[in-house]
């Protein structure tokens, strides 16, 4: 049956966002700060970029999927994004008030993972190179940039709503998402720095005081994903014909998990 959200899944969607921003801060600390033991100790392996970005791409693709099987994801849905949370109100799948709560947990929680991880790793987290694991704009500025999150976050939320809304795809969306995650991190990086989420960008700039055209990471993920969710729901429709819209009145579904979070 379904079940309405309270303080319980408020709370687990902050440990997600927590959990997964402690991991991005720890990682992101090893492989980039020079004087980390990680560098010091595979000074050749980690001498390249884009080898860093590989390493960085697989430990969070693994976090992800820690997260997205988690038992606290198949009570919360495994959100862990406002901008997820924001196009799952569009389509009925959450309520307002619920909605609402779910981004202002994701914020917090996501803040409280990167002052953990700045707590265990020491001043190796504020290095220049590491910055908390901000994302900015890269070399190719901003207009670049925004473009980038806003494609990325298009390919994520349309994985999601396919593998959401079929019961033979849904167990693999979790994994879809993760292989995403990585692959973005490893090639989409260097553009804008691989966001796709307003509360994880948020986290970083509020611990680091790096804000830099912190607006890119508010506008593009929801304007991203809300352009998924309309493609979807106009121009795609299911194996018996009915449109995604339709489909969802019948059956509301979390991101990933098989319990679906009721709406208000």
């Known amino acids: 049956m379904p079940t309405k959200p ?18 991005a801060c720890l990682c992101a600390t090893l492989l980039e700060d020079p004087s980390s033991s990680l560098r ?10 884009f080898v860093r970005r590989v390493v960085m791409g697989i430990a969070m693709g693994l976090t992800a999927v820690g997260i997205f099987y988690s038992p606290w994801a198949k009570r919360s849905g495994a959100h862990i994004n406002p901008a997820v949370t924001l196009t799952f109100w569009r ?12 981004a202002a947990f994701q914020f917090l929680g996501g803040t409280l993972g990167v002052l953990v991880a700045a707590a265990i790793s020491g001043p190796g987290i504020a290095d220049p190179h590491v910055r908390y694991a901000a994302t900015v704009p890269g070399a190719d500025g901003v207009l670049v940039a925004l473009a980038a999150e806003v494609a990325i976050t298009f390919v994520m939320m349309s994985s999601v709503l396919v593998a959401s809304s079929s019961a033979r795809l849904q167990p693999y969306g979790g994994l879809v998402c993760a292989a995403l995650l990585a692959l973005f991190i490893v090639f989409e990086s260097p553009l804008s720095g691989t966001s ?7 986290a970083s700039a509020a611990v680091s005081g790096v804000w830099t055209d912190f607006w890119i990471y508010f506008v593009a993920p929801p304007l991203g994903m809300l352009a998924a969710a309309e493609l979807y729901t106009r121009f795609l429709r299911n194996a018996d014909g009915s449109t995604f819209e339709t489909r969802i009145e019948l059956e509301t579904r979390s991101i990933l998990a098989a319990d679906p979070v009721t709406a208000d």
């Open 6 to 23: 309270g303080i319980a899944e408020y709370l687990m969607e902050a440990a997600g966002l927590g959990v997964f921003m402690l991991s």
């Open 196 to 202: 796709l989420n307003p509360a994880r960008t948020f």
């Open 40 to 49: 010091i100790l595979a000074a050749s392996s980690l001498s390249d970029p």
């Open 91 to 102: 389509l009925g799948r959450i309520g307002s008030v619920d909605a609402a709560a779910y």
